[in-house]
């Protein structure tokens, strides 16, 4: 009992038993109510440069490591006397970054580490950080009294906040967007129904953006322990972070744009993997669909109904007893043929993976797994057991890589049987019978060369089953993207998984909570995101789905799901006018397919997110500070989805520049804020001026046919030069990285008398099928007097309609240009004169 209570005063003490004795003495010194002794960092004793961009510093009890990660990315590692350094990372790629220009000069009262991009200057006396850029602009600096601190069990960073500091990021928060004032911690959980107000939830991304005046910057917090984050709310002008363990290594990531902080933290902790394009169509999900008559009820309900689908899941009771690996064969008699049939139909089947692994010797996943010795353990050697579905369970430990390498060897099978969406669940991992609600932090885990306890692996778990997946895909399936789904992960997990937010609501509330969810974890590295698309829990009306549905065009994974017990959730269980419209609606993300292929190759190219916050393009317009209901989508697009219920009119608040609105093409002047339309049938829509956006012809699934028509629709700005990017590869393979796509530039230049729009040679080796481009350009000011398609003469009509291959048409009053031509790889140049 004593222990319970010293545990209560001594909240992050990893090993209670163990150290019964030592908290006896330390509640003694510490006197009662105290929660530790904190030691901050003192007067510089000695320091040692180790290359030119790397210094070791050592000050009373602690050392901290100084080094370059390359010109924008410095790296900080405190390390408390009696700790182990902390090196590896389950974040950061190892990987050989050359060599950095950085150089180390001692100037007196400080020490100066100066990269082409950054300037750190470490005073001595005490030792303090002080972090600038090559502009000489101040980025961060330690506090002056509480700087770098440490207790035996945690360490934390203070640091001052610059005048009128904001943040974002942070991973995977139901809060409000913007940060300043709240505090946070990462202690990957599973809460169903959570709230705006719950944390932490499933997944831990200890990143985040520091944005004053334009100015930004990036701190990663590498450490898997439990991790807390006051941005303010302590104390004003101020904040911190830190981890229940004391070894603990952060990076400073260099702006000054949001932007540029993504891409050198992407840089930093990995790319997202390039999904396959079906599961960029629409998915169907349910806790379940069972048996396999209701499988092909809902496939039919879809094609019957001509309502897009491409990926119908299977949740946990598709499995003998909960058990991984293993069919319900009353209720699946014959999975591969069902999987064939469905295939035919133009479906993809996903299915649930649980990390628990029922305790039962006539099981052959636990019976290898026991051979193996793949389980986790408690330090004293007995296997650590605990309830999940399937009722007591051991648990695989994905940290090591033999436990990995088993469980990927396991996939040989489901992959035989057709299945190709990996759906990894309850990674937290989420224990059922115990108070903590998951493994207890004592039991032993094997990675990164040493064994660490469950308190430093508990936020990786989920990270390192996705890794496992993954690894046992490419050996089984290794000619396939494969797509893979997780709810917990970390830092960097954007590698291996797409991320889905957990057990929501289907209620208004959540669909806004939802909305920050995924633009937070989408700046977090998590490109590829989604919800639960009505709500998981509760029943939504008609009118909610339909609204949350058209959010979801715009939202990379475009998933429908809901719990078990509720009525059917499928986009037409409202009846025939919600039908219609969600219809109507998923067929748009089908037309849209091509900008939002491109959208996600953006990121995992290293660039940025499909969905981005306001902030992100104009860090220094304070309108947009806190702008958590509108987005960007891809470069072009401004979503503003309608949040409350009997809306029919919306506020949109444009940057600037022109916009022009996708329904209509009329144009708005831009740096407004604007009241739109918002009928039921749309989702309030905008074009960036100066982007195209290309089109395919509506299909029930991805490939179902060959694009025959290519759709450009080229918004003018009213002068000057623009370009957007377009990417299309055979959307399955790897092929793409021997330079099997097809890339090119839209470019667009307007002038007083002349337009110009040009499709620029494509690049890489990929030919799409024969087909035409239809093209679309709005905004011409003025009637063309000449039009050539490289150089040749072209005739013009004034009808209203598409016209035929190799005609044209211009309508005056709407400034609508129309033509059509044969695509090629080729350059092709459409000049427009006065
Ligand atoms: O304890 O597999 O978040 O999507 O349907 C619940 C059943 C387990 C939680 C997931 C949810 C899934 C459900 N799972």
Redesign the pocket.
């Known amino acids: 009992m004593l222990s319970r209570a010293l545990m209560r005063v001594l909240p992050s003490l990893e090993k209670p038993n163990a150290l019964r004795l030592s908290c006896l003495s330390a509640l003694l010194a510490f006197g009662a109510g105290a929660t530790a002794q904190w030691q901050t960092a003192g007067t510089l004793q000695s320091y040692e440069v180790r290359s030119p961009g790397e210094l070791l510093l050592h000050v009373a009890g602690a050392s901290v490591r100084v080094s370059a990660v390359d010109e924008g990315i410095l790296r900080v590692a405190l390390t408390p006397e009696g700790q182990r350094e902390a090196r590896g990372s389950w974040a950061v790629l190892d990987r050989d970054r050359g060599n950095v220009r950085a150089e180390v000069s001692d100037e007196g009262p400080s020490i100066a580490v100066t990269t082409p991009l950054l300037r750190l200057e470490i005073s001595k006396d005490p030792l303090r950080l002080r972090f600038s850029d090559a502009a000489g602009r101040l980025l961060s600096e330690d506090h002056p009294e509480k700087g770098m601190s440490w207790t035996r069990t945690e360490a934390r960073i203070w640091k001052l906040a610059r005048r009128g500091e904001r943040y974002y990021g942070f991973g995977e928060k139901s809060g409000k967007l913007e940060r300043s004032g709240t505090s946070m911690s990462m202690w990957n959980s599973?809460i169903?129904g959570y709230t705006a107000e719950t944390d932490p939830l499933y997944k831990s991304v200890p990143f985040f953006y520091a944005s004053a005046a334009g100015v930004c910057y990036g701190i990663f917090l590498d450490n898997s322990a439990w991790s807390f984050f006051d941005m303010g709310k302590e104390g004003p002008g101020e904040y911190s972070f830190g981890a229940r363990h004391p070894a603990l290594v952060y990076y400073l990531i260099c702006g000054p744009t949001p932007r540029e902080v993504l891409e050198r933290y992407i840089s930093l902790v990995g790319r997202p993997s390039l999904p396959p394009l079906w599961s960029l169509g629409f998915q169907q999900?349910r806790?379940s669909y069972t048996p396999e008559s209701r499988v092909r009820e809902i496939a039919d309900g879809f094609r019957s109904r001509s309502i897009p689908c491409d990926v119908i899941y299977l949740?946990?009771d598709y499995m003998d007893g909960y058990r991984i690996f293993t069919w319900n064969t009353d209720a699946f008699p014959n999975p591969s043929g069902m999987i064939r049939e469905l295939g035919a139909q133009g479906f993809k089947i996903a299915v649930?993976l649980?990390p628990g692994i029922k305790v039962d010797t006539a099981y052959h996943a636990y019976v290898s797994g026991r051979r193996q010795d793949i389980f986790l353990r408690y330090p004293d050697g007995a296997l650590f057991t605990g309830d999940v579905?399937p009722g007591l369970c051991a648990f695989p430990d994905f940290t090591d890589p033999d436990a990995r390498r088993w469980w990927g060897e396991q996939f040989g099978e489901l992959v035989r049987t057709g299945i190709r969406g990996w759906w990894t669940?309850?990674n937290e991992p989420?224990v059922f019978n115990v108070p903590t609600k998951t493994i207890d932090r004592s039991v032993v885990h094997h990675g990164l060369d040493t064994t660490v306890s469950h308190a430093i692996a508990h936020n990786v778990y989920g990270l390192e089953m996705t890794r496992a997946t993954l690894e046992g895909l490419q050996e089984a399936l290794p000619e396939e993207r494969p797509f893979i789904l997780t709810?917990a992960t970390y830092a960097g997990g954007q590698r291996y998984a797409a991320v889905w937010t957990?057990?929501n609501v289907a209620s208004w509330e959540h669909l806004a909570i939802g909305l920050r969810m995924c633009l937070n974890l989408s700046i977090s590295g998590f490109a590829f995101v989604g919800t639960?698309i009505g709500g998981?829990i509760g029943f939504p009306s008609g009118e909610l789905f339909a609204r949350w549905l058209q959010l979801g065009v715009f939202t990379p994974l475009m998933r429908a799901?809901s719990?078990?017990n509720e009525p059917d959730k499928e986009p037409w269980a409202w009846g025939a006018e919600w039908t219609a419209i969600n219809r109507e609606t998923i067929a748009l993300r089908y037309r849209l397919l091509p900008y939002l292929y491109t959208a996600i190759y953006e990121a995992a190219s290293g660039g940025s997110p499909p969905m981005r916050p306001m902030f992100y393009d104009h860090p220094q317009e304070e309108r947009f500070a806190a702008e958590e209901r509108q987005f960007m989508f891809g470069d072009a697009l401004l979503v503003a989805p309608v949040l409350k219920a009997g809306a029919t009119t919306r506020e949109v608040h444009l940057p600037g520049g022109l916009w022009y609105d996708f329904w209509t093409g009329s144009d708005h002047h831009g740096g407004t804020t604007i009241t739109v339309d918002a009928p039921l049938e749309h989702i309030p829509l905008f074009v960036r001026a100066g982007s195209t956006i290309p089109m395919q012809p509506l299909m029930q699934y991805v490939g179902e046919r060959s694009i025959d028509t290519l759709t450009l629709r080229v918004y003018l700005a009213r002068t000057g030069r623009d370009s957007s990017l377009y990417y299309e590869d055979d959307g399955h393979s790897f092929a793409y990285r021997q330079g099997r796509h097809f890339r090119r530039q839209f470019l667009q230049s307007v002038g007083e008398d002349s337009v110009e729009i040009v499709l620029g040679t494509a690049s890489g080796t990929h030919r799409p099928a024969a087909r035409v481009v239809q093209l679309e350009a709005f905004g011409v000011p003025f009637p063309p007097r000449s039009l050539t398609l490289n150089a040749l003469a072209q005739s013009v009509s004034d009808s209203p309609a598409f016209p035929r291959e190799g005609n044209w048409s211009y309508v005056s009053h709407q400034g609508v240009l129309r033509g059509v031509f044969p695509d090629t790889s080729a350059e092709a140049v459409i000049l427009l004169r006065r």
């Open positions: 599973d169903p999900c806790w949740d946990i649930i649980d579905w669940d309850m989420s709810r957990g057990d639960d998981f799901h719990v078990i």
